[in-house]
């Protein structure tokens, strides 16, 4: 099970913190990430973590390179997503997501969080 928390309503510019915390699972041993879907629009790759063992590798979306940070903490089962300088353009439902190993873009997820919603005004 995966649960999302940290969405909101904020400013261009400002700065926002997801969590998800996860249950049911060795969480080291999975791959972590997010994904979004905005009104009319497919859902897309954000960023991904890779398991433990694999070094923690990160990748991201070129639209939130530089912005947005993907973390995870073992002892906690939670992944974050750490969004700066948040644009009008990133409001979207934010999902987490887990797959064995890593979470890319084309990696077929396993488990999905029920959303949080990010807003963004101008």
């Known amino acids: 099970q995966l649960v999302e928390s940290g969405g909101g309503l904020v400013q261009a510019g400002d700065s926002l913190r997801l969590s998800c915390a996860a249950s049911g699972r060795t969480f080291s041993t999975y791959g972590m990430g997010w994904f979004r879907q905005a009104p009319g629009k497919e859902r897309e790759f954000v960023a991904g973590i890779s398991w433990n063992w694999n070094g923690g590798r990160t990748v991201y979306a070129d639209s939130v390179k530089g912005r947005f940070t993907i973390s995870r903490d073992n002892p906690k089962n939670t992944v974050y997503l750490q969004m700066n300088s948040l644009k009008p353009e990133d409001t979207a439902v934010y999902y987490c997501?887990?797959?064995?190993?890593?979470?890319?873009?084309?990696?077929?997820?396993?488990?999905w969080g029920q959303g949080t919603q990010v807003t963004v005004s101008s």
């Open positions: 997501a887990s797959a064995p190993r890593t979470v890319a873009p084309t990696t077929p997820v396993d488990y």
